[in-house]
């Protein structure tokens, strides 16, 4: 029902865009997430965006470097990331929650996709 796209191979300082598509159903009323894994380590939280994405919050290692936005119309919810570091790659997964409350540990999430590759070489 979540659908990643977007990973790829990019080099340090470039640029990514994520999407996730969802389908089945509507999260235009669920909290959104992005999370990613990296081999050897666990699931750890990216960025969340509430239902109307009037706000936002931001792992600290991600911050100012990555833009979560959603278009609730299309279903879609989108992980712009800028000035990507070796250490962003990871898996990355998009999760939806069907709470109000902007959640950080994997746990909170009731849908998640497949997840897409992004590997950073430096």
């Known amino acids: 029902q979540l659908v990643e796209s977007g990973g790829g191979l990019v080099q340090a300082g470039g640029s990514l865009r994520l999407s996730c598509a969802a389908s089945?159903?509507?999260?235009?009323?669920?909290?959104m997430g992005w999370f990613r894994q990296a081999p050897g380590k666990e699931r750890e939280f990216v960025a969340a965006?509430?239902?109307?994405?009037?706000?936002?919050y931001y792992a600290s290692s991600v911050k100012g470097r990555f833009t979560i936005s959603r278009d609730n119309a299309k279903n879609t919810v989108c992980l712009q990331m800028l000035s990507l570091k070796p250490e962003d790659t990871a898996v990355y997964y998009c999760?939806?929650?069907?709470?109000?409350?902007?959640?950080?540990?994997?746990?909170?999430?009731?849908?998640w996709g497949q997840g897409t590759q992004v590997t950073v070489s430096s």
């Open positions: 999760a939806a929650d069907r709470s109000v409350v902007l959640g950080t540990d994997y746990y909170e999430y009731d849908y």
């Open positions: 089945g159903r509507t999260f235009s009323s669920y909290v």
């Open positions: 965006i509430s239902w109307n994405g009037g706000t936002t």
